[in-house]
């Protein structure tokens, strides 16, 4: 997940495995030019590994490359770091998530494909809201239980789930309570099939607000730098789009 030097030598090496659940273990020697193992401990890569030790802080005592996949798309990188954010803020260190790990490769996978980040991060985001406690609701009214509707308008309460707004309820219980998200959007995030920009935003909007709740800095760090990264990708096009051409 990632790596920080430790010493000269060594380096600090947070993991997430499907067995044991995420921790640190110090990689002794992985800086070595000649003898090091620091290109096999990258971010995002599927290893095969051992340590030792029962302290808080492991030691890493061997390592290899169990799948090798491509480098990812320099545009995936900001989500594949809030993707491992959202492992650091919601998760204790040592706690197995079994079928979290699983979502989590399958994202990867599915990112070195060249699938699309939106639509991958809105699942994943489900799946970890899921493996932490949060019961996501998204296929039937908490209130009636009868199934949400495609062409009708809901209220989403962060504790309860949908419930869907009859003509003459006040719409400002949107910015007081509750979120206001389409009934196609709900049923498209029950299926993992969003279909639509319009989906999209209102599943990212959704799901961010939720997220954003449960945590106790209401902050996400990969989100500010990937906004100052669309940014200044910007304002790089615009100032070429100026230059006189001949």
Request: some cysteine.
């Given at each position: 997940m990632h790596t920080r030097p430790w010493s000269e030598t060594s380096l600090l090496v947070d993991v997430f495995t499907r067995e044991y659940g995420r921790f640190r273990v110090l990689a002794k020697g992985a800086?070595?030019?000649?003898?090091?193992?620091?290109?096999?401990?990258?971010?995002?890569?599927?290893?095969?590994?051992?340590?030792?030790?029962?302290?808080?802080?492991?030691?890493?005592?061997?390592?290899?490359?169990?799948?090798?996949?491509?480098?990812?798309?320099?545009?995936?990188?900001?989500?594949?770091?809030?993707?491992?954010?959202?492992?650091?803020?919601?998760?204790?260190?040592?706690d197995a998530h079994e079928?979290?790990?699983?979502?989590?490769?399958?994202?990867?996978?599915?990112?070195?494909?060249?699938?699309?980040?939106?639509?991958?991060?809105?699942?994943?985001?489900?799946?970890l809201l899921r493996e932490v406690g949060y019961g996501l609701i998204f296929d039937h009214d908490v209130n009636t239980g009868e199934a949400v509707d495609d062409e009708a308008q809901y209220f989403y309460y962060p504790e309860k789930g949908p419930v869907r707004i009859a003509?003459?309820?006040?719409?400002?219980?949107?910015?007081?309570?509750?979120?206001?998200?389409?009934?196609?959007?709900?049923?498209?995030?029950?299926?993992?099939?969003?279909?639509?920009?319009?989906?999209?935003?209102?599943?990212?909007?959704?799901?961010?607000?939720?997220?954003?709740?449960?945590v106790r800095s209401g902050e996400f760090r990969s989100r500010r730098v990937f906004s100052e990264l669309l940014r200044y990708t910007k304002a790089q096009q615009d100032n070429a789009s100026l230059k006189p051409t001949h």
């Open positions: 800086r070595r030019q000649k003898t090091g193992n620091r290109a096999q401990l990258q971010a995002f890569q599927f290893l095969r590994i051992s340590w030792s030790g029962k302290r808080s802080l492991h030691t890493l005592t061997g390592v290899e490359t169990s799948v090798v996949r491509p480098k990812y798309a320099p545009e995936v990188l900001a989500s594949l770091y809030y993707m491992n954010e959202l492992l650091f803020k919601f998760l204790h260190a040592n079928r979290l790990f699983d979502a989590y490769d399958d994202s990867l996978q599915c990112l070195a494909k060249g699938q699309s980040p939106d639509d991958i991060l809105r699942y994943y985001e489900c799946a003509t003459g309820d006040n719409k400002d219980e949107t910015s007081r309570h509750a979120l206001q998200v389409s009934g196609r959007c709900l049923n498209q995030l029950a299926k993992q099939a969003l279909q639509d920009n319009e989906t999209r935003r209102q599943g990212k909007r959704l799901l961010r607000n939720l997220l954003t709740r449960q």
